[in-house]
């Protein structure tokens, strides 16, 4: 069962805008991990600060791509869009196009979630050397 276009195209359209906030929050957290290695206290308070946007645009387009899935008035089209989204091989070009942006958004997810983790282990640890 194919899904709308109009349905794949909005979902891609919220997956690039994802896209492109997740590349924004990587670089905001690099240059962080570059603040943190030059002990510059001001940088590293403004990168966190300045993290905090690109945080919450996430969060709307998350939450619009919720609210996309539950305004799809048929119930196994807004299944499959959940499927696809989550990873489940994709029947035709379109599908194939948001499943790969949706695939390429999780990694860039895990790559800041990683380096966050990091960059926080390495800013308590240095709390605790001053404590």
Do not use: C, F, H, W
């Not at 619009?64 to 299944?79: G, L, T």
């Amino acid at each position: 069962m194919s899904m709308e276009q109009k349905t794949l195209m909005d979902a891609l359209v919220q997956m690039k805008r994802t896209g492109n906030l997740l590349n924004e929050l990587l670089d905001l957290t690099q240059q962080l991990g570059q603040a943190i290695d030059r002990n510059d206290q001001v940088s590293i308070q403004l990168l966190v600060a300045m993290r905090e946007d690109p945080l919450e645009k996430l969060q709307a387009a998350d939450q619009a791509v919720r609210d996309q899935m539950q305004e799809i008035p048929d119930p196994e089209e807004s299944a499959r869009l959940a499927r696809l989204l989550n990873g489940s091989p994709p029947e035709g070009d379109q599908e194939k196009m948001l499943s790969e942006q949706a695939a390429a958004n999780r990694r860039r997810l895990k790559q800041v979630m990683d380096l966050d983790r990091l960059l926080n282990q390495r800013m308590a640890r240095e709390k605790s050397a001053y404590e």
